[in-house]
């Protein structure tokens, strides 16, 4: 494969040059097949698989509960993105971008469908008035980081991870460019956290959750291969300090766990955690 590439005139789709989601992305949006979302008992129904963004509403969910608002039950189901479970018509009803996490509120006399994980984040911090501040300044700030995450994500994953670790060859460009954005994203969280406990101030908010989904896994070093060593993840004392800190708050460590094969594929009940093996 030549090093030089010369795009065509016109692009086409060269279906099976993707690397390790070639069979997954596609230029076209809309389902593929037919099936319906299964339905639980509980207010909320989420459709997710636990990669970060997946993390990001689970946390929460269970960070709400830990709070002791039971109000925010939920049923976690799998969704198979590498079965294509993420094109059936009724994934597609409640996100047609096709992309996990989806979920339905169906807690009041409608439904309500909510896509992109933000966009979940803020509905049930709003909805039960925890983890987003109330008054106007607090939550301009919390707000801010949280869609400084929002878009910074494709940058680490998209960006760094994919050439990193699932690109079909290494590429000294792409890793490069990625790499250096990706470090200077925890440069900006690490200035933050040097001045406050946390991101949006001295409260845990959303803002936080959104950015340890993303963050923690690179600084524990769970994330692509061996990539906390390749970007010195040890650097950013701050965001380290930030990490082991929401590692220990029960919620979090919960949230991390469903949708997982490390953890409960599904999760529709508190017990179900019970069944898990201690670490």
Same mark, same amino acid.
């Given at each position: 494969?030549?090093?030089?590439? /010369?795009?065509?005139?016109?692009?086409?789709?060269?279906?099976?040059?993707?690397?390790?989601?070639?069979?997954?992305? *596609?230029?076209?949006?809309?389902?593929?097949?037919?099936?319906?979302?299964?339905?639980?008992?509980?207010?909320?129904?989420?459709?997710? %698989?636990?990669? !970060?963004?997946?993390?990001? /509403? $689970?946390?929460?969910?269970?960070? %709400? +509960?830990?709070?002791?608002?039971?109000?925010?039950?939920? =049923?976690?189901?799998?969704?198979?993105?590498?079965?294509? =479970?993420?094109?059936?018509?009724?994934?597609? =009803? /409640?996100?047609?971008?096709?992309?996990?996490?989806?979920?339905?509120?169906?807690?009041?006399? &409608?439904?309500?469908?909510?896509? &992109?994980?933000?966009?979940?984040? +803020?509905?049930?911090? &709003?909805?039960?008035?925890?983890?987003? !501040?109330?008054?106007?300044?607090?939550?301009?700030? $919390? %707000?801010?980081?949280?869609?400084?995450?929002?878009?910074?994500?494709?940058?680490?994953?998209?960006? @760094?991870?994919?050439?990193y670790a699932y690109a079909p060859y290494k590429m000294?460009? !792409?890793?490069?460019?990625?790499?250096?954005?990706?470090? *200077?994203?925890?440069s900006v969280a690490d200035r933050r956290l040097g001045?406050?406990?946390?991101?949006?101030?001295?409260?845990?908010?959303?803002?936080?959750?959104?950015?340890?989904?993303? @963050?923690?896994?690179?600084?524990?070093?769970?994330?692509?291969?061996?990539?906390?060593?390749?970007?010195?993840?040890?650097?950013?004392?701050? /965001?380290?300090?930030?990490?082991?800190?929401? =590692?220990?708050?029960?919620?979090?460590?919960?949230?991390?766990?469903?949708?997982?094969?490390?953890?409960?594929?599904? *999760?529709?009940?508190?017990?179900?955690?019970?069944?898990?093996?201690?670490?």
């Open positions: 494969m030549s090093e030089q590439y /010369v795009p065509p005139k016109v692009w086409t789709w060269d279906q099976p040059n993707g690397g390790a989601f070639a069979s997954l992305n *596609r230029p076209i949006a809309g389902p593929i097949r037919e099936a319906e979302l299964p339905v639980g008992d509980h207010p909320f129904q989420l459709y997710s %698989l636990g990669t !970060p963004n997946g993390q990001k /509403v $689970t946390i929460l969910l269970e960070e %709400l +509960l830990e709070a002791g608002i039971s109000e925010a039950e939920y =049923d976690a189901w799998i969704i198979k993105i590498f079965e294509g =479970d993420q094109f059936t018509t009724g994934f597609v =009803d /409640v996100n047609p971008n096709s992309k996990i996490p989806a979920m339905v509120d169906r807690s009041g006399p &409608e439904p309500i469908r909510l896509f &992109e994980s933000g966009a979940m984040l +803020l509905h049930l911090a &709003e909805k039960f008035g925890r983890f987003i !501040p109330t008054d106007a300044k607090g939550r301009a700030e $919390t %707000l801010s980081w949280l869609f400084w995450q929002m878009g910074s994500a494709p940058f680490i994953g998209g960006g @760094f991870g994919h050439f000294e460009y !792409p890793i490069n460019r990625y790499a250096m954005e990706t470090k *200077r994203l925890f001045e406050s406990r946390f991101l949006a101030g001295e409260d845990y908010t959303i803002a936080d959750i959104a950015t340890y989904a993303w @963050f923690g896994g690179l600084i524990r070093g769970d994330a692509y291969g061996d990539a906390a060593t390749f970007l010195s993840m040890h650097e950013y004392e701050n /965001v380290n300090r930030w990490v082991k800190e929401i =590692d220990t708050r029960p919620g979090a460590q919960r949230g991390r766990l469903v949708n997982s094969p490390k953890g409960l594929l599904e *999760r529709h009940s508190a017990k179900d955690f019970d069944t898990l093996s201690p670490a």
